[in-house]
């Protein structure tokens, strides 16, 4: 069962961990969320496209290159791609970081694919489960924002990316590291300043003082 994917069940988890925290759910297409979630993201809403089709391309371009030799997972944030997953010699490994590195709008590879067989479909469906509990963690901490985050589980070792600043990404660390399952949590952050921070993040709606309610449309 070993193949070059984008794994369906992390999808349907996080569809599904959506659907519980909302009422409205947002669409899934590919790795990327859209609707609400998209406008809270950091990333301008081009760098997000660009994001899902360095995730698309690669994987097709691994695909060819690799076969059902290899299992290898691609997740792309800010144009900086992280490979996990399993290949079978180091010469794999290589080549599919020279690959990703040459896809269109890649900025940097971080390559941490691991020469050893490919995981089973009981350890992926496992490390699904711990994504949807850090993911669920993210958001019951409250005080980090939970779609500042990219959350990537390969073999109980947690992968997080996303612009964020030191805070946030030393407190995203302690919850990670507390949620059962999780063997070892690797930083891909992209860390920016509180004035940053302050300048990108949502604002809230203003409030009608005369009823101490936000404004609807007309």
Do not use: W
């Not at 369906?8 to 590919?30: D, F, N, Q, Y």
């Not at 391309?57 to 490979?83: C, D, K, M, P, Y």
Request: charged share 20%.
């Amino acid at each position: 069962m070993n193949r070059i994917h984008r794994s369906a069940c992390t999808v349907l988890a996080l569809a599904a961990l959506a659907a519980s925290l909302s009422a409205c759910a947002p669409l899934i297409v590919g790795g990327a969320v859209v609707g609400s979630v998209m406008a809270l993201d950091r990333r301008t809403t081009g760098t997000q496209i660009e994001d899902e089709g360095i995730e698309l391309r690669a994987a097709s371009r691994l695909r060819q290159a690799l076969g059902e030799s290899a299992h290898v997972n691609i997740t792309s944030f800010n144009r900086q791609a992280l490979l996990t997953g399993e290949v079978a010699s180091a010469q794999d490994r290589q080549n599919a970081e020279r690959i990703v590195s040459a896809v269109e709008n890649v900025r940097s590879v971080v390559n941490d694919l691991a020469i050893m067989p490919g995981s089973t479909l009981g350890q992926r469906s496992t490390d699904t489960l711990t994504t949807g509990k850090v993911r669920a963690s993210f958001v019951d901490a409250k005080d980090i924002t939970a779609n500042a985050f990219k959350v990537v589980t390969e073999r109980g070792v947690v992968y997080l990316m996303g612009r964020v600043s030191s805070r946030e990404a030393q407190r995203a660390t302690e919850i990670t590291r507390g949620v059962g399952g999780v063997s070892k949590v690797v930083r891909v952050f992209e860390i920016i300043s509180e004035e940053e921070l302050q300048r990108i993040a949502p604002q809230p709606l203003p409030v009608d003082k005369g009823n101490g309610t936000a404004p609807t449309g007309s």
